[in-house]
T-cell receptor
Framework: RKEVEQDPGPFNVPEGATVAFNCTYSNSASQSFFWYRQDCRKEPKLLMSVYSSGNEDGRFTAQLNRASQYISLLIRDSKLSDSATYLCVVRHASGGSYIPTFGRGTSLIVHP | GAVVSQHPSRVICKSGTSVKIECRSLDFQATTMFWYRQFPKKSLMLMATSNEGSKATYEQGVEKDKFLINHASLTLSTLTVTSAHPEDSSFYIC?????????????FGEGSRLTVL
């Protein structure tokens, strides 16, 4: 079983749609959780951190379920510019560092 | 936001040569940097954790003699692909955290696309 698993998609949705991605992780000692966005042939950039109580940033809502070991990302009112790959990142302590583990990413395509 | 610069962004080399990739944190000190490689449509795979002033910690399956990592200062880490072969062709990317805590945001370099002929 992979440490961090995501459905690779692609999710193909019309503008204005609501879309949700899930990500599961296997390491119960994981301490921090993030969603990153990666555009084609570019470096990943932080979209949002994921907090235990859930958090929202504009059209984006992230949630964490520690008991079931998954995190989710909800995008409301999708825009064409939301088209990208969304990476789930989980960090755990190891050897004095907090090692980030990436999911393979979920591809989102928003069409007119 | 914090800036991490990676150089070169693209390199083409002949089989058997060595290639050095630099990763610099421009406006902050990074005690820890991470090196990844990414194949098309695949996830970023952590290669090693680079700590300033000490030896890098390599992930299982990554040859430390093949991928030499040096983190000589708080703002610079280098990855040298030694005796490169076509199977080493990939997208290499570094990241650094401004803080040492688990909640710290990772800032990524722009990546280096290596093509070995």
């Amino acid at each position: 079983r992979k440490e961090v698993e995501q459905d690779p998609g692609p999710f193909n949705v019309p503008e204005g749609a609501t879309v949700a991605f899930n990500c599961t992780y296997s390491n119960s000692a994981s301490q921090s959780f993030f969603w990153y966005r990666q555009d084609c042939r570019k470096e990943p950039k932080l979209l949002m951190s994921v907090y235990s109580s859930g958090n929202e940033d504009g059209r984006f809502t992230a949630q964490l379920n520690r008991a079931s070991q998954y995190i989710s990302l909800l995008i409301r009112d999708s825009k064409l510019s939301d088209s990208a790959t969304y990476l789930c990142v989980v960090r755990h302590a190891s050897g004095g560092s907090y090692i980030p583990t990436f999911g393979r990413g979920t591809s989102l395509i928003v069409h007119p | 936001g914090a800036v991490v610069s990676q150089h070169p962004s693209r390199v083409i080399c002949k089989s058997g040569t060595s290639v050095k990739i630099e990763c610099r944190s421009l406006d902050f000190q990074a005690t820890t940097m991470f090196w990844y490689r990414q194949f098309p449509k695949k996830s970023l795979m952590l290669m090693a954790t680079s700590n300033e002033g000490s030896k890098a910690t390599y992930e299982q399956g990554v040859e430390k003699d093949k991928f030499l990592i040096n983190h000589a200062s708080l703002t610079l880490s280098t990855l040298t692909v030694t005796s490169a072969h076509p199977e080493d062709s990939s997208f290499y990317i570094c990241s650094a955290a401004k803080t040492s805590g688990f909640a710290g945001e990772l800032f990524f370099g722009e990546g280096s696309r290596l093509t070995v002929l």
